[in-house]
């Protein structure tokens, strides 16, 4: 056994505030000590580094040591954080909104935070209870905060637990005020943290944070239900709504909003209603996983529902399922994205030099949305934290079920807004006699077929990912389903105007596009593929979609083999 990691293990221990992640660790170095080989092995890990806070913030499993999320690392954060204000305001307090999900341990990590900022000289601003992140996203932007915190671990298993930060107010001033951290602001920060000594060593006040009241809430419900004009019709309160948590934070706030748009026949997963941290009705809290929205499509078709909306457990996404062929489908992200993007750009009225943007892997259709719209379109690195700082977007998407419909309400992905945006759709189709089936249609006739896929390859050893991606920006694939690779780019020398990245984009002589990348927040590595197909000239969506189905599948067999599946 290594002295000197007995010794770090201890030194932590006798650093940590919380009695419950020092009763664990002192009994994982005791059976360490005994030449326990997990236990051993389990050490290493836990003191493998301290949690690497990036762009992402914070992401990591609950338990203790540095490697993991607990009081311990997130005081060191919140220190790390409040220097780091303190150093671009100067003498002037900073402002600091706080949020919270019900995940294990976020309500006490939020209240250190608060503890923390106030001890700092900064105005901590607790939210007044466990709620979605779209809402402390708001309330960074309403209440001119120069940052804000989400505890939140999003739709990640539910060991996991997170710290999410936004900057605004005095320090951001630019379109990306009150959006997620990017570069250098997440360099600047994980350099403070690093400075922070000890936790002994950071002082916390007991009192002195405010926490604020249920108007902020209410402020938000009014506004995500004003992103649709007010109609006067039934066709609203005609609308069957299926809607679900995921176990998670937003069902009373989702059903509030709907509500206060006249959505009124509105029923909500029962199983799945509350907020559990444990997420017992799901492997994996996730709309997008395998059987995550089953018990949605069932008590869809029991009371025959006109739409199913899913949320993930922190409610900034939204998955939406319909009936296409008689049977319930839940449709993939691009094509809610491009949904909603038709939708949007064709309100009319955008200012000038107003557009759409979406991450580099999602569809392409979104440009050419824009393009017949008169409206500028732009492509961003992965996440909502560039997405969203876009000058002049009226709509963003990424193909991970986050959608932005309204900027100037949430300057982040929001399932709360976009879920009103799509039933307000669903609504006027229905009065009309039409469906979301007919306007996926509707989309196909005007722009052609544009199908995507997503395949990943996850890897219980991290270093895996390094390896598969050094191997295919090395020596990638000279043709992928069937077609010859016209393309090969290293995204990480640049792409298309974009900033380096780790990633590879591949385009074919057939049109179909590769992008393959590692993900930023699970241990996997992602392939992103498009194909498009034109109607032709007799007009067939079905036949197209038929041709284009079948482009997808080999291409998908190429990928699944250049990735070792």
């Known amino acids: 056994m290594n002295d000197s990691l007995l010794e770090t293990a201890r030194a932590w221990v006798d650093d940590d505030p919380d009695p419950v992640t020092r009763g664990e660790l002192q009994a994982v170095i005791a059976t360490a000590e005994l030449g326990d080989d997990s236990a051993q092995v389990d050490l290493a890990d836990r003191f493998r580094g301290l949690l690497q806070f990036g762009t992402a913030g914070l992401r990591g499993q609950v338990g203790a040591g540095p490697n993991r999320m607990n009081r311990a690392v997130v005081i060191r954060a919140a220190a790390g954080l409040a220097a780091f204000l303190t150093e671009e305001l100067g003498d002037a307090p900073a402002r600091v909104a706080i949020g919270y999900d019900a995940r294990h341990g976020s309500e006490q990590f939020a209240r250190d ?185 069932a008590l869809a078709e029991s009371v025959d529902a006109d739409v199913v909306i899913a949320n993930d457990p922190d409610t900034d996404r939204a998955a939406v399922a319909t009936v296409i062929d008689g049977r319930w489908t839940m449709l993939h992200g691009d094509v809610v994205g491009s949904l909603l993007g038709e939708r949007v750009a064709s309100r009319g009225g955008h200012p000038e030099g107003s557009l759409l943007a979406n991450s580099v892997v999602s569809s392409q259709q979104l440009a050419a949305i824009a393009a017949a719209h008169g409206l500028g379109y732009r492509h961003t690195l992965t996440g909502f934290k560039w997405i969203s700082r876009e000058q002049g977007l009226v709509y963003g998407y990424e193909e991970a079920l986050g959608y932005c419909v309204a900027p100037d309400m949430v300057r982040d992905k929001d399932g709360i807004s976009a879920a009103v945006t799509m039933a307000d759709y669903v609504a006027e189709l229905k009065a009309h006699g039409r469906t979301l089936a007919d306007a996926i249609d509707d989309l196909a006739r005007a722009y052609g077929v544009y199908l995507t896929r997503q395949v990943s390859a996850r890897f219980a050893d991290v270093a895996l990912i390094g390896e598969t991606m050094d191997r295919l920006l090395s020596a990638p694939p000279a043709s992928l389903g069937g077609s010859d690779v016209v393309a090969t780019d290293d995204m990480g020398e640049g792409f298309q105007g974009l900033p380096p990245t780790t990633g590879l984009h591949l385009a074919t002589a057939s049109g179909a596009r590769v992008i393959i990348r590692p993900s930023g927040t699970e241990p996997k590595v992602k392939a992103y593929l498009e194909v498009i197909e034109p109607l032709g000239a007799d007009g067939d969506v079905r036949a197209a979609r038929e041709r284009a189905t079948a482009a997808m599948d080999a291409l998908d067999s190429d990928v699944h083999a250049a990735l070792g599946l």
């Open 113 to 297: 935070t608060a503890a923390v900022m106030t001890a700092a000289g900064h105005e901590a601003l607790l939210l007044p209870r466990l709620l979605p992140t779209p809402v402390l996203a708001y309330a960074t932007r309403v209440l001119d905060a120069d940052a804000g915190v989400m505890v939140t671990a999003s739709h990640n298993p539910p060991q996991d637990n997170g710290y999410k930060v936004y900057l605004g107010g005095r320090v951001v001033t630019d379109s990306g005020q009150g959006a997620q951290i990017v570069p250098p602001y997440d360099a600047r920060i994980a350099a403070r943290i690093a400075a922070v000594e000890s936790v002994e060593s950071v002082e916390r006040a007991v009192a002195g944070w405010t926490v604020l009241g249920e108007d902020v809430v209410d402020d938000y419900v009014a506004a995500a239900a004003a992103v649709v004009p007010a109609d006067e019709s039934d066709a609203r309160a005609n609308l069957r709504i299926v809607l679900t948590p995921l176990h998670g934070v937003g069902a009373q706030t989702v059903e509030r909003a709907l509500t206060a748009a006249g959505f009124t026949d509105l029923h909500t997963v029962p199983e799945q209603a509350q907020p559990d941290p444990d997420f017992p009705t799901v492997s994996f809290p996730n709309p997008e996983e395998k059987g995550a929205i089953d018990l949605s499509l």
